[in-house]
């Protein structure tokens, strides 16, 4: 695959993450706000926004290297009634605006909670309806390997399962940070992790193995299809068999490392501190997973006719 064949991968992961992160962080804030002070979690989750934010400029920046004619990528929105592709790049605006509007209201207006709570699940939606209309964009005909509603399925698994994990992470962070800054809401940061680390780890889990799931699926289906599927199949167990592997062994290892370090750290009620290093490993497997599965995504692929 060439620079302009991985932008798409790249666009797809990055904006998948970022609406799953938005998810996860929005209902850690919904779930959190009757434990802790709201305008603290708000405080709180101000850094993950930001890095959100940054993610979806950088996955709209990089879709661009796919055009010829980059400059030209608005007029893909005139064809918004009978497009899927016109559709995604809409709601790709309509989530990149609302979150930013939601980032600003949270830092420069935190009272005005009611506006920021509407915004954030109306960002939501918006980004859940991006992935839908990114994910009908595959199911074509001329591509048996992915005319398959399992491209649906892995696609808003994917998203969720990196948006958790990846909020993980930046919550690890901004605990650190703050540790360094020696901040005076080092411990609300830590009670936050604590609150949320079963739910997020058990989110994983979950979305794991429902991964697994959906690529057995796919296998078994492409088993059962004509002379195309079937090539398809035997490109992925064949050439590209140790990614293949490779795949399975992150999405397998990096749940359960991560299920561990967390039933060891509610056992033994130590800090949340201890997470760190289980949760930088478990995010970046469950990355390298996901970069894997989106390459096989493309690389096994056939088209038929035109």
């Known amino acids: 695959m060439n620079v302009r064949e991985w932008a798409l991968p790249v666009y797809t992961i990055l904006m998948q993450l970022a609406v799953g992160a938005f998810f996860i962080i929005w209902l850690i804030r919904h779930l959190a706000g009757s434990k802790f ?26 879709a661009h290297f796919h055009l010829s004619k980059p400059f ?17 790049i809409i709601f790709t605006v309509l989530f990149f605006l609302t979150t930013m509007i939601v980032l600003y209201l949270v830092y420069f207006q935190p009272h005005r909670r009611t506006l920021v709570s509407g915004l954030g699940w109306l ?35 994917t998203a969720l399962m990196l948006g958790g994990m990846a909020i993980a992470c930046l919550m690890m962070l901004d605990l650190k940070f703050a540790e360094i800054q020696k901040a005076d809401d080092v411990d609300l940061r830590a009670q936050v992790i604590r609150h949320s680390s079963g739910g997020l780890t058990v989110l994983t ?30 490109l992925l167990v064949e050439l590209y068999l140790p990614l293949l592997l490779l795949r399975l062994a992150c999405l397998t290892y990096a749940p359960l490392a991560l299920a561990l370090a967390v039933v060891k750290m509610y056992k033994k009620q130590s800090a949340p501190q201890n997470l760190m290093n289980p949760v930088y490993l478990s995010c970046l497997m469950i990355l390298v997973g996901e970069i894997i599965g989106r390459f096989l995504f493309y690389a096994t692929h056939i088209r038929v006719g035109i």
């Open 37 to 62: 002070s709201p305008q603290e979690i708000d405080r709180i989750i101000f850094n993950p926004i930001l890095v959100i934010a940054f993610t979806i400029i950088v996955a709209m920046g990089g």
């Open 72 to 88: 030209h990528s608005f007029l893909a929105v005139l064809n918004f009634k009978t497009s899927w592709l016109s559709r995604e």
């Open 123 to 157: 960002a939501i939606v918006f980004g859940f309806i991006l992935i839908y209309c990114m994910a009908l964009i595959y199911l074509i005909p001329t591509q048996v390997a992915w005319n398959s509603t399992t491209v649906i399925l892995s696609f808003f698994t």
């Open 205 to 234: 889990v979950v979305l794991a193995v429902f991964s697994l799931g959906i690529l057995f699926t796919q296998i078994r289906l492409l088993s059962q299809g004509d002379q195309i599927a079937r090539t398809s199949l035997k």
